[in-house]
């Protein structure tokens, strides 16, 4: 966060739910209320060879750290960048031979950064980690057993030449990134690759249909001057009108599940009881667990247990074949469970997305273009009446369908859904996110190839198959050759 410009937030005690953070005055869709640098974060255990631990891109070749030999980063540029950062985990990782797990390489940074900056390092900040909730008191005696192995980790990891900290504080910092920590997603947005520490972020509630939403920004580390460089962050984005004074909210997790099971989510999670308009009124829930209506009649109460049971045992099976890569197995459950499912469950019923989805990007994966365009505009059509009109995921799942029915040959649809997902994820991400910018370059794209197959429909679809079979193309029967 910067410290030029304070940020038109404010702290409000809100009642139940503690402390939150309400505006100070009106916004509207797209607008960032906020943007915050991370405290500390760190990169996966699982994705520590793969994933840039200054940017958090993901690099297919990147940059090991020559001292610790599990740092990794895009190159020698973003290594200096994060060199402030991983200086002292550098040494700690060198002495005791291997790195720790992510949770004790996260709250070893967060003391150091404490002990570099103390708790507050910016005068936007608007809380310290002391006065953040651990739910310490709430945990499960499994989950403290599991906190108590954590703590006994970070003391082995932790430098005899640092600065000494006390086991209880050191227990709340792991409760904290337990129910606060943030996760970090590549620089496409698609993948899960770190957890990190925002503090003014920690202070925003829980709702389900929320009226902002989070993105990770990865920030410039391009420059050869790192003065130049901006750091990476998250940006809390609004999701439409936000009237002075009205608490920010964001979802801890994805609205499509009915609302218990989101309720119990959350009180696991986050140790509340959630009682937003949604879960207290169980808003869409019919909708979630909808059954096929033919001219009045719906299948009987055992007849929809039996297939919700064979879907549940169905998914499992489908998982372990995708986990396994044998993507025909995958696809051939699919096929047997939607012909079970589609006389039975409605179209926006969970379990049948579920398996839509899966279908759709799996025949993608294997080329089979044109069947997995008709599940993902299934999947499409269901998602739009559940989720709120400008949800990242909706915005994302557009995009998908879009390139599928691009790759389909289906251009007019292919161009409607990149516009579509375009307009939600320019209020969700912003331009200048990476995802953004690749939909802006789709969208071109698409916008020549309607403009050319509405001109001449033979032509366009001459020169799709030359591109995509890699022949000569061929015009009035002769070859046309590429520009040199």
């Not at 030449?161 to 920590?181: M, Q, R, T, W």
């Not at 309607?450 to 070859?479: C, H, I, T």
């Amino acid at each position: 966060m910067t410290v030029e410009k304070m940020d038109p937030v404010e702290v409000f005690a809100a009642g139940e739910k503690g402390r939150g953070l309400r505006v100070t005055k009106e916004m509207s869709a797209g607008e960032v209320v906020f943007a915050e640098a991370s405290f500390a974060a760190v990169v996966f255990d699982s994705l520590s060879l793969q994933v840039c631990h200054s940017c958090f891109r993901r690099q297919v070749n990147p940059h090991r750290c020559g001292q610790c030999k599990f740092a990794h980063y895009c190159d020698r540029t973003c290594q200096r960048a994060a060199w402030d950062e991983h200086k002292q985990e550098c040494s700690a990782i060198k002495n005791i031979g291997k790195a720790p797990s992510e949770n004790v390489r996260l709250v070893a940074r967060i003391l150091w950064r404490i002990q570099k900056d103390t708790g507050l390092v910016s005068d936007t900040q608007l809380t310290t980690l002391d006065l953040l909730e651990d739910h310490l008191s709430k945990i499960c005696p499994e989950d403290l057993k599991e906190l108590k192995v954590d703590v006994q980790h970070f003391y082995n990891y932790w430098p005899k030449k640092s600065k000494p900290v006390g086991e209880d504080y050191v227990a709340h910092l792991f409760g904290v990134i337990n129910c606060n920590g943030f996760t970090l997603s590549d620089q496409r947005g698609l993948q899960a690759v770190g957890v990190g520490l925002f503090p003014n972020l920690c202070l925003v509630n829980h709702d389900c249909w929320p009226n902002c939403t989070v993105i990770l920004n990865p920030g410039n580390q391009t420059a050869l001057d790192a003065a130049l460089h901006s750091k990476r962050r998250i940006e809390l984005r609004a999701l439409g009108k936000i009237s002075e004074g009205e608490e920010l909210t964001i979802s801890y997790v994805d609205f499509l599940n009915v609302s218990k099971d989101r309720q119990q989510l959350l009180k696991k999670q986050y140790y509340f009881d959630c009682k937003c308009e949604h879960c207290s009124s169980g808003v869409k829930d019919e909708l979630m667990t909808a059954v096929r209506d033919s001219d009045g009649h719906k299948p009987s109460a055992d007849v929809v247990k039996a297939v919700t049971d064979f879907s549940l045992q169905a998914l499992v099976k489908i998982e372990e074949a995708r986990t396994e890569g044998n993507f025909q197995e995958v696809v051939k459950l699919c096929r047997e469970c939607l012909e079970k499912q589609d006389p039975v469950f409605g179209d926006t019923n969970l379990h049948l997305l579920h398996v839509l989805s899966i279908a759709s990007e799996v025949l993608s994966f294997m080329h089979q273009f044109s069947e997995a365009a008709g599940y993902a505009q299934r999947v499409l059509d269901g998602y739009t009446k559940l989720y709120q009109p400008n949800n990242a995921q909706l915005g994302m799942a557009i995009m998908r369908a879009g390139v599928t029915h691009w790759h389909a040959g289906r251009i007019e649809t292919a161009h409607s859904l990149v516009c579509r997902a375009y307009a939600i994820l320019i209020i969700t991400h912003g331009a200048h996110h990476p995802i953004t910018k690749d939909l802006e370059a789709m969208r071109r794209q698409t916008e020549m190839e309607l403009r050319l197959f509405k001109q001449n429909e033979p032509v366009y679809r001459s020169m799709r198959e030359a591109v995509l079979s890699d022949k000569p193309l061929m015009m009035a029967g002769e070859q046309i050759k590429a520009a040199s």
